[in-house]
């Protein structure tokens, strides 16, 4: 039994690390403060990262998280493979900013879902493509089985009508992974996702929301109407299979999860990191005294910390299950629920132990206190994480426990 | 190839051969399973150390070690096997144990059966203890606090004290004080006394002092809430020596040592004592000296096994309220139907994962010889704080039902207040 990060990642670690201090931190407000401006200098960046992914099997970013590659591997024995490095690249950098990193072209979350459900042709044609992800509407928010946006089959397209809301990148992105039904009727198995090339006849951004945080990146609302996408587009299998119901797409999430909950482990030390620096010179944070003993600052630094530390092997754990073929779904889902509260747990609490400067613009942790809220609650809130565990705990069926 | 091991494990089946609770319990297979594979490993490390001319290198930090949760094939059996142990034997003993405060004797006798003492001895002194032992040792308590917390304590007192001088004594006191808990008879039992009767107790600061007199060291002082510090026949004990916290192995029947049985809330059947010593004398060479001695990490081992135990039963619980939760019927459906109930199950079960993460965490960074005390440190801080949560959530969601002796529930709660108070007492 081995719960540290293997040396085979240093590199990747300190690389992201790098960027995340010297490239994200000095960009940070800037952003911040000129929201749906485009981050430039983040193209640049993509490109880097890209060059170093192509030159390195330990890839930065979303799109090496899959369970294909470690379906692939042959090898006897424990693997530390694509999930886990994806993660620990994440978690770097968005120690340096959660928005930035969600702002990075090539790196969203739509092209975590083809890497998790694409076929090989796919995978193969959609390569360096940046897509984002659809799936809420505006009347349907956690509930995904309620999703109203239909795919109607028309010889070789889909006919795509409907409306999606909170798309992170929806308008930079190069393509759209769609969440839609191919049949009311069917219910949750009859939900697919589908690659929407921008520019496809039929796709309009309609607005960009106005944020509490997160906002170098862009969150669009974008609308289909009879817009023709190629049969070819639909992620995985096209076939509506009453069995296997909403498990494939929601695949997605299994490995989506444990990147999100990076994201909010990745912030979280930021604000653990900073405050600790404002308050070195007034607690020696050397672990030697009974937690009852310390200045209560001090002992709740420590107990911050030891939750942060718990979210963080969590995740690992859950990342490490996916390269390993183990069904991990309870696992993201707990990992999930447990970074998203921790975080933001921590960052409004570095907030307070800072006092007026924490609060203040000249440091960044009343940004990162924003950033952190979204954490808690995209890719499924908190209390859908929490319905989850549960379901799977009690052995629940969605009606049963809603 | 070392002839003792291979010996040692036939000493052990037949000790199982003869005992004929493991047939009645079906437990025969998966212990013969466990000796096969536990001399096998020790064959191995006989093996090992031949090649390497018998030389014990120290051990080194694996920096190309992948991220691995899995046990191995020995842990793995020895989990199954104690968790069949703590199902069978344990629980249903439970209730009765903490109501007459002490281990049946019948269950001492089995747990020797066990042969757990064989898990903290070297192999040089006829034990089967390997390298890496802590996570092995975290494993174990957690699968017995799974049956009862309480008496997985009190059970773990004599591997605790093996483990204890294993680390902590000088080839010396090995030697003279080890053998023992491998031999023919009973396990000594040698109590960790740690805890002192002080609000906000710091064991970093001890008031028992060990003043030393020639070739002698004199205590005095008052320690509580001993683990089995009344039927112990050696006591372990922590006192402030000329130059820093020391731990001294003390003849219960000494002179000027007095113990009283010191009831708490709840660890019952560990039969908690209150011990007082008033100049003590204690032979210099009872001192426990080995040349690597840290009482940081000593008393590290020892918040970590407590961290193990709060796990365990923090599993029973989660175990116990999920199917209480889908039984239990009110306004025409099982109450698991609501996401009031039914978060709280969820929140266990995160908790619970998190517990267990830290600790393994802390746990495999000790084996592997790498600095542990800040990881031992959050674990513990986070075991005591969530342990408790889930023990009065435990009983929460039992309802009126959870505060009655017809479930165990209350007795989980009152041994899991432990969790934060207990320094000492165990070593992993």
């Known amino acids: ?129 940046w897509a984002a992800m659809a799936i809420t509407e505006p009347g349907t928010g956690s509930d995904s089985a309620a999703i109203r946006t239909t795919a109607r089959k028309d010889g070789d397209h889909y006919v795509l009508n409907g409306e999606k809301i909170f798309v992170t990148s929806g308008e930079r992105a190069d393509s759209v992974v769609v969440w839609a039904t191919l049949d009311k009727a069917l219910g949750r198995a009859a939900i697919k996702s589908f690659v929407v090339e921008h520019g496809t006849p039929g796709m309009s951004v309609t607005r960009l929301e106005k944020k509490l945080g997160i906002k170098a990146s862009d969150t669009a ?35 989506t999860r444990p990147l999100v909950a990076g994201m909010a482990i990745g912030v979280a030390k930021a604000s653990l990191d900073r405050t600790r620096e404002l308050l070195k010179d007034t607690f020696r944070f050397d672990y030697a005294k009974p937690l009852l003993a310390v200045n209560h600052a001090e002992a709740t630094l420590y107990r911050l910390e030891a939750e942060w530390e718990a979210a963080r092997l969590l995740t690992l754990k859950a990342a490490w299950m996916a390269d390993n073929k183990q069904p991990n779904s309870k696992e993201a889902s707990i990992a999930k629920a447990k970074a998203g509260r921790v975080a933001n747990e921590v960052t409004l609490k570095c907030v307070e132990l800072a006092g007026a400067l924490g609060y203040g613009e000249d440091e960044l942790l009343e940004k990162w206190a924003r950033d952190s809220k979204i954490l808690d609650i995209f890719e499924g809130t908190q209390q859908i994480q929490l319905l989850i565990v549960a379901r799977r705990l009690l052995g629940k069926s969605s009606s049963e426990l809603k | 190839m070392n002839a003792d091991v291979q010996g040692r494990a036939l000493a052990i089946l037949n000790r199982m051969a003869q005992a004929d609770w493991p047939d009645r319990l079906n437990l025969r297979k998966p212990f013969e399973k466990l000796i096969y594979t536990g001399s096998r490993a020790s064959f191995r490390l006989a093996a090992d150390r031949a090649q390497k001319g018998g030389l014990r290198t120290p051990r080194k930090p694996d920096p190309d070690a992948l991220f691995d949760l899995f046990l191995s094939d020995e842990q793995q059996m020895l989990v199954d096997m104690l968790a069949s142990f703590a199902s069978e034997v344990l629980r249903p003993a439970a209730h009765d144990a903490d109501a007459n405060a002490a281990i049946p004797a019948e269950l001492l006798n089995q747990a020797q059966d066990l ?121 372990i004990i922590a006192a402030q020596a000329e ?65 193990a135990l709060a796990i365990g039963t923090g599993q029973a619980a989660l175990e116990y309220v999920t199917t209480y939760c889908n039984e239990r019927v009110a306004f025409g459906e099982p109450i698991s139907h609501r996401q009031g109930v039914a978060f709280m199950v969820a929140d266990i079960a995160i908790e619970l994962d998190a517990m267990r993460m830290l600790t393994w965490r802390a746990c495999a960074r000790a084996e592997q010889g790498l600095p542990f005390h800040r990881e031992a440190y959050l674990a513990r801080l986070l075991c005591a704080e969530k342990a408790m949560k889930i023990g009065t959530d435990a009983v929460q969601l039992l309802g009126g039902h959870g505060f009655t002796k017809e479930h165990p529930a209350e007795r989980w709660y009152r041994d899991l207040r432990a969790v934060a108070i207990m320094a000492g007492g165990l070593q992993l």
């Not at chain 1, 201090?21 to 960009?27: C, G």
């Not at chain 2, 898990?119 to 203890?129: D, F, K, L, P, S």
């Not at chain 2, 040792?137 to 009190?154: I, T, V, Y």
């Open chain 1, 1 to 129: 039994m081995n719960l540290e990060t293997p040396k085979k990642f240093a590199g990747l670690k300190h690389q992201a690390h790098q960027v995340a201090a010297n490239y994200f931190r000095p960009i940070s407000r800037k952003y911040d403060k000129a929201e749906h401006a485009y981050p430039k200098e983040l193209d640049l960046l993509a490109a880097l990262l890209d060059g170093m992914n192509a030159g390195s099997p330990d890839a930065i970013g979303a799109t090496s998280a899959s369970k294909r590659g470690a379906a692939k591997s042959l090898e006897e024995g424990v693997k530390n493979g694509g999930n886990l490095s994806a993660l620990l690249g994440v978690m770097e950098l968005c120690w340096g900013d959660v928005g930035l990193l969600l702002a990075m072209p090539r790196q969203g979350l739509g092209n975590a879902a083809i890497a998790a459900v694409a076929n090989d042709e796919q995978l193969q044609r959609f390569s360096g493509t």
């Open chain 1, 221 to 255: 609302s974008i609308s289909f109407s009879d817009c023709r996408v190629p049969a070819a587009n639909l992620l995985g299998n096209p076939e509506v299979d009453v069995q296997k119901g909403f498990a494939g797409v929601m695949e997605t999430f299994d490995n």
């Open chain 2, 115 to 235: 042969g757990l003492t064989f898990y903290g001895v070297n192999e040089v002194h006829g034990g089967m203890a390997g390298e890496r032992t802590t996570v092995s040792n975290a494993l174990m308590a957690e699968a017995l606090a799974k049956g009862d917390m309480s008496l997985a304590a009190g059970l773990l007192v004599p591997l605790s004290a093996a483990n204890c001088i294993r680390r902590w004594g000088s080839a010396e006191q090995q030697q003279r004080w080890l053998p023992a808990f491998v031999g023919e008879s009973s396990a000594p039992v040698m109590a960790i006394a740690v805890n002192e009767p002080d609000a906000l107790f710091d064991p970093l600061k001890l008031a028992t002092k060990a003043k030393r007199r020639g070739k002698h060291y004199h205590l005095s002082g008052e320690k509580c809430l001993v683990l089995r510090g009344l039927d112990a026949s050696h006591l």
């Open chain 2, 243 to 307: 130059n820093g916290p020391a731990l001294f192995i003390v003849e219960a029947g000494s002179k000027g040592l007095q113990r009283l049985p010191e009831p708490g809330m709840g660890l019952k059947a560990g039969a908690t004592a209150r011990v007082k010593l008033k100049g003590v004398k204690v032979a210099a060479d009872q001192r426990l000296n080995a040349e690597h001695f840290n009482y940081q990490s000593f008393l590290d081992h020892a918040a970590l096994a407590w961290c």
